[in-house]
């Protein structure tokens, strides 16, 4: 299984959400998993990274060239594949073709934003794929508040909601991939608000 992991590119983070997220690429790269990436050297990038290596996986990063020449973040030049894009939409296209399922680590505005564009495709049908966000320390409390908020105030279909998982940890993100199972929910009725009966 080819697996897409967003999460923080910075440094300063907690090392407790640095070593989650080495926990999680050691115990999927054990099970075989291939790990796609932004191809970032640090912060969750490079822990999950390092810890596929660590675990025997496979390793492939998408980046754009201009962050090798404008020195944006360390980029991980380990990796047993690495592409450079011409832009952004370029790396996140290419992630988001080649990988079989999501995983959202902890991470802030570019990982705020890989999650809703995967969130809102899936909600438009445009792919079936599974979708976790690692809750590592409670981390995504506030944003499972905020979605669920927005589907009480009817902005956002409540069947929505099962188009995501929150795990709190590696043992349930790996259980819930290995079993899951494509939702059958046509995209007409998730983007449908109103209730209906």
Request: hydrophobic share 35%; glycine share 12%.
């Amino acid at each position: 299984m080819k697996v897409c992991v967003y999460g923080a590119s910075s440094e300063r983070i907690d090392e407790k959400y640095k070593n989650a997220g080495f926990d999680l690429g050691k115990k999927m790269g054990a099970k075989g998993y291939t790990l796609v990436f932004g191809a970032g050297a640090e912060g969750m990038m490079g822990a999950v990274a390092r810890g596929f290596h660590a675990g025997g996986g496979k390793v492939h990063g998408y980046i754009p060239k201009f962050f090798e020449e404008g020195g944006y973040e360390a980029i991980y030049y380990d990796c047993d594949e690495l592409n450079f894009t011409e832009t952004m939409a370029e790396r996140k296209t290419g992630m988001e073709n080649e990988c079989d399922a999501f995983i959202i680590t902890p991470g802030g505005i570019g990982t705020f934003e890989e999650f809703f564009q995967v969130f809102t495709l899936k909600q438009l049908g445009r792919h079936d794929k599974a979708i976790v966000l690692f809750n590592s320390y409670g981390y995504y409390d506030d944003m499972r508040v905020l979605i669920e908020d927005a589907i009480k105030s009817k902005f956002v279909n409540k069947e929505c909601a099962h188009l995501i998982k929150y795990c709190d940890t590696v043992e349930e993100i790996m259980e819930y991939l290995e079993s899951y199972t494509p939702s059958d929910i046509a995209w007409s009725r998730l983007k449908r608000i109103r209730d209906d009966g």
